[in-house]
């Protein structure tokens, strides 16, 4: 098959957004975000504890953001660069392919 590694992908990529889209309605609880996992489970349940001391302060060491724009401007950067070297790595691959594409038919 001559496109058989696209064909697959292509599955793969309908298959995991079939899945996504599956999960996000079913963990979508009416008013509250289903998403929010054990980060608000947790946070509640470590506050209800009166006898909880904490370990560490680590306001000294935590980098918050002064707003909500700068910790999208953060995250959009982030992405950006995730995107770019993926890009690179199947650029990387696709060129290598093409080049000893050419050499087989260049040596015959």
């Known amino acids: 098959m001559k496109y058989f590694w696209e064909i697959l992908m292509v599955i793969g990529i309908i298959a995991f957004v079939g899945i996504f889209l599956f999960t996000n309605s079913v963990m979508y609880n009416g008013d509250e975000e289903g998403w929010s996992g054990s980060d608000n489970v947790g946070a509640s349940v470590i506050l209800e504890n009166n006898n909880y001391l904490p370990w560490i302060d680590n306001a000294d060491y935590t980098f918050v953001p002064p707003s909500g724009e700068i910790e999208s401007c953060l ?3 982030q992405a950006a660069f995730g995107g770019l070297l993926i ?15 050419n050499n087989t038919n260049q040596q015959n």
Do not use: I, N, Q, S
């Open 87 to 101: 890009g690179w790595v199947f650029g990387g691959w696709t060129t290598e392919r093409r080049m000893k594409k």
């Open 75 to 77: 995250f959009a950067l």
